[in-house]
Nanobody
Framework: VQLQASGGGLVQAGGSRRLSCAAS????????MGWYRRTPGNQRDLVAS???????DYANSVRGRFTISRDNAKDTVYLQMDSLKPEDTAVYYC????????????WGQGTLVTVSS
């Protein structure tokens, strides 16, 4: 399984950015895709996740500003980030996980989002 993330870059505070992550390879269609982020010196934390049925979960810090969605036909997950703040600056990683008798967990390469004040 490979996850290819894109969409990172520099954006001003208050602006918007959309991240995309396309999954390829063999995996179960019943899965959860998500976005995590890591800031320097910190661990990788969940930003948002979405199941194949469309059930979503958000970190409190982004709820109401970020929207996660997916296109199951394209095996792609998106993260629409609005009202960005400098503290949203981080490397964003996409993730795919599922259970097929064993827990499977895959990560993309990370994409840097920098929010300038």
């Amino acid at each position: 399984v490979q996850l290819q993330a894109s969409g990172g870059g520099l954006v001003q505070a208050g602006g918007s950015r959309r991240l995309s992550c396309a999954a390829s390879g063999r995996f179960l269609s019943r899965n959860t895709m998500g976005w995590y982020r890591r800031t320097p010196g910190n661990q990788r934390d969940l930003v948002a996740s979405i199941t194949n049925w469309g059930t979503t979960d958000y970190a409190n810090s982004v709820r109401g500003r970020f929207t996660i969605s997916r296109d199951n036909a394209k095996d792609t997950v998106y993260l629409q980030m609005d009202s960005l703040k400098p503290e949203d600056t981080a490397v964003y990683y996409c993730n795919l996980e599922y259970y097929d008798g064993n827990y499977r967990n895959y990560w993309g390469q990370g994409t840097l989002v920098t929010v300038s004040s």
